[in-house]
């Protein structure tokens, strides 16, 4: 017979994973988001969510994805570049995608997360938006 309170407690074990693990993304975002404030005098944020600059997206080809990271101002909140689509598991934990160039760059710890995102912040796509921003 099927022990379902076992596969319950199961879930229960793996709800508590993806919380943890949204809270270690929320906390390697959080440092992005400091750095990228303190690059441009505070002039910019790291937003995470919706956003649409019909531009970039057509540059990078993202439009199917409805999160992007976006280096946004934090005077006009419509005023930003996207720098990457961003894909969560529908859990809320890992795996997360960044996509970007063309690529899709599944990140499934938190070493991976930052390694990526370290690459992402090298490009010459977010140069230009810290650049944008800086003056």
Not at 52 to 72: A, F
């Amino acid at each position: 017979m099927t022990d379902f309170l076992r596969h319950i407690q199961e879930g229960v074990a793996t709800a508590n994973t993806a919380e943890a693990e949204r809270a270690e993304i929320r906390g390697i975002l959080d440092q992005l988001d400091l750095a990228i404030r303190s690059a441009t005098f505070g002039n910019a944020e790291l937003y995470v969510g919706e956003f649409r600059n019909k531009e970039d997206e057509k540059t990078m080809n993202i439009s199917d994805l409805p999160q992007r990271l976006v280096i946004r101002s934090t005077k006009n909140e419509k005023e930003g570049r996207i720098i990457a689509g961003w894909d969560v598991d529908i859990d809320g934990g890992y795996s997360v995608s960044l996509v970007y160039n063309f690529m899709r760059i599944p990140c499934g710890t938190a070493f991976q997360l930052t390694e990526e995102l370290s690459v992402l912040m090298e490009s010459a796509r977010v140069g230009r938006a810290i650049q944008q921003f800086s003056v």
